[in-house]
């Protein structure tokens, strides 16, 4: 079957429901994916798992630790410069550097396998923080032929909603604020003896750290809901997959596939963890490219969302030029994006999305089956085309 984005919008339609893990909706996804990908022919395979929304807790802990830490340095600096000042600018630099050290890593310490060994100490401490769902990812495989030494190529797409008090773009935009405004005063800070008269930018830079951070601490106290009928973020990725596996069913593919549909990314990409602790346990994932598709389905520009200097992410710079679409970078501070845990075990790993203005809508209810746009389809879809047939030294 050739490609056709038309194909994949009626599957993206279909998903755009509310599906946040734990509920009635989830259950009807996860039926609706299996059913297509068995009336393509495939063998699905169900990797079940247990996802937390402990995160949303460390999350809002970890916040509320930059507050107080923000407030003391602030009242450090309404006095006499001292050791204690300095040192409470160093220590809030090196809570700013953490996110940057955990990415992708902390998903692997909530989600839970069944019949592994039983965790470490910090694990299991950190299984225990939220309230526990059981989910699962489904799997379907296209193997290479008998004797053909092929690339291992995995497409990804998570298939679960939620709904925040903060759509998911005002949410990037507060974090983005309040993360550059916390490193500026803690630069400030840490150079305040070179610095004698930086006081007036040190306290606006430490309030606005302090004032822009507040929503989405709340926002994380509140938790998520399940009002958002999921259609960009991510019923189009999912949609997307799944006529690229209808797709690549009977047409040929320069790669051995496997199409992973994750769960519970919206619990900070547990099922995209689970799957990677399996695969390594196997030794499937040595050599693999992963490819993401979230919030495709968006009327806008394609972005890939990588690793500075990721061999793969330069690959789809290519194909892209080649098939004439523009192909940005982006950075989404506060978001977690399905590639990071592959990304954290070492696997060349990439997420495509798209920022057109439907994308603004994540994460609330106004994120409906109206916003899909078949550009975002085709453009994303000819990107992953030309990277399954791309030809690798």
């Known amino acids: 079957m050739a490609f056709d984005p038309q194909r994949a919008m009626p599957y993206a339609r279909e998903l755009s429901f509310p599906r946040r893990v734990g509920t009635d909706g989830e259950r009807r996804a996860l039926s609706l994916i299996r059913s297509r990908l068995e009336s393509f022919g495939y063998q699905v395979e169900t990797q079940p798992f247990e996802a937390s929304t402990g995160l949303e807790l460390l999350l809002a802990l970890g916040l509320m630790v930059l507050q107080v830490q923000a407030l003391l340095l602030l009242w450090s600096w309404a006095r006499p410069v001292n050791s204690a000042g300095l040192i409470l600018g160093f220590v809030f630099l090196l809570t700013l550097a953490l996110p940057a050290v955990l990415d992708g890593k902390l998903a692997s310490s909530l989600v839970s396998l069944p019949h592994e060994p039983p965790p470490g100490f910090g694990p299991r401490v950190l299984r225990r923080l939220g309230r526990r769902y059981p989910t699962a990812n489904l799997i379907a495989r296209r193997p290479a032929p008998d004797g053909a030494e092929l690339p291992n190529v995995i497409l990804v797409a998570h298939w679960d909603s939620k709904s925040q008090a903060l759509s998911l773009s005002v949410r990037t935009l507060l974090v983005f604020g309040a993360y550059t405004a916390a490193a500026v005063f803690a630069m400030v800070s840490v150079l305040r ?201």
């Open 193 to 393: 003896m070179a610095m004698p008269g930086a006081a007036p930018l040190a306290f606006v830079s430490g309030l606005a750290a302090v004032v822009l951070s507040l929503p989405v601490l709340l926002m994380y106290l509140v938790g998520s809901g399940n009002n958002s009928p999921g259609a960009v973020d991510n019923a189009s990725g999912a949609g997307l997959l799944l006529h690229l596996a209808e797709h690549y069913r009977s047409a040929p593919a320069n790669a051995s596939l496997t199409f992973v549909f994750t769960g519970a990314e919206e619990l900070g990409v547990q099922g995209a963890a689970a799957f990677v602790r399996a695969s390594q346990a196997d030794g499937s994932l040595l050599g693999a490219e992963v490819i993401n598709l979230d919030g495709i389905g968006a009327d806008g520009p394609v972005r890939c969302a990588a690793r500075r200097h990721e061999p793969l992410a330069y690959r789809a710079r290519i194909v892209a030029a080649r098939l004439g679409i523009a192909l940005g970078s982006v950075w989404l501070p506060g978001a977690l994006l399905d590639h990071l845990p592959f990304e954290a075990a070492k696997a060349n790993a990439i997420s495509l999305v798209s920022t057109g203005r439907a994308a603004r809508a994540a994460h609330t209810p106004a994120d409906s089956a109206e916003n899909l746009s078949q550009s975002g389809f085709s453009r994303a879809g000819q990107i992953v085309l030309g990277l399954v047939d791309f030809e690798r030294d």
